[in-house]
């Protein structure tokens, strides 16, 4: 048993991939550029407040996939934080823009990985998808040999 359990505040992020097989990236601030998403509600569901934050930030609407990632960890102030990254996919990359982002992209997995996000938990999520469709093509390699 855990003498101290987190307590922590649940954050959840959309890798949203396009039609084109692109990932969307939003950016915060000049130097911050992170994965649609954000807080859920306290009494909202898991996908419901996806969905929401998804639409509030990106006015796009998703098909929420399986969670790709978790991470939990204290911050600075050590509050806790519990984050969660689904995947998701959207039929259109019409994006309208809320005032918590200053301009987003469309962009490749290991583009968005490598030059635009800097939190390790979205790039452990684009990692994780990357083996994960990596696999079955590996998979099927070594049988027709």
Known sequence: MTDQPLIAEVSQKALIRSPA?????????????????GRMGATEAPIVGLKREVTEETGLSVTVGEPIHTAAWRNDVGRGRFSVVYYCEAETTDVELSDEHC?????????????????SIHQTAIDRLLAAEALPSEQTAATDD
Do not use: N
Not at 21 to 37: F, I, K, N, S, Y
């Open 103 to 119: 301009d987003y992209e469309w962009v490749s997995p290991s583009t968005a990985r490598d030059e635009f996000l800097t939190v």
């Open 21 to 37: 097989d692109e990932l969307l990236v939003m950016q915060v601030d000049a130097d911050t550029w992170e994965l649609p998403g």
